[in-house]
Nanobody, 123 residues
Framework: QVQLVESGGGLVQAGGSLSVSCAAS????????MGWFRQAPGKEREFVAA????????YYADSVKGRFTISRDNAKNTLHLQMNSLKPEDSAVYYC????????????????WGQGTQVTVSS
């Protein structure tokens, strides 16, 4: 069992930076791949970034590649997403998730989700 709680987020102007974090509880945190997804009003939840459980391999959606950085600290059971050069189209509720699957960009493969945190980028 893994419980996830996001924090961070907020309002930022276009071009600015923001960081969101995810605190995980549960002894098996390090065994799951972790991912960030986002969902804007009226849209489906979409993949943003993910990182394998060993932390060595990370993956990004094309729309955020070069601007966002995902990282994890297995010792502290935390996941982070550093977002730079933010655009208005990055505005959404950001969710962290945990999956035992190798399909880390597919939301349906995720077993656990946090409650989400709002990120709003003004133009």
């Amino acid at each position: 069992q893994v419980q996830l709680v996001e924090s961070g987020g907020g309002l930022v102007q276009a071009g600015g930076s923001l960081s969101v974090s995810c605190a995980a509880s549960g002894r098996t945190f390090s065994m799951y791949a972790m991912g960030w997804f986002r969902q804007a009003p009226g849209k489906e939840r979409e993949f943003v970034a993910a990182i394998r459980w060993r932390g060595g391999d990370s993956y990004y959606a094309d729309s955020v590649k070069g601007r966002f950085t995902i990282s994890r600290d297995n010792a502290k059971n935390t996941l982070h997403l550093q977002m730079n050069s933010l655009k208005p189209e990055d505005s959404a509720v950001y969710y962290c998730g945990a999956t035992p699957s190798s399909s880390i960009s597919t939301p349906n493969e995720y077993r656990y989700w946090g409650q989400g945190t709002q990120v709003t980028v003004s133009s």
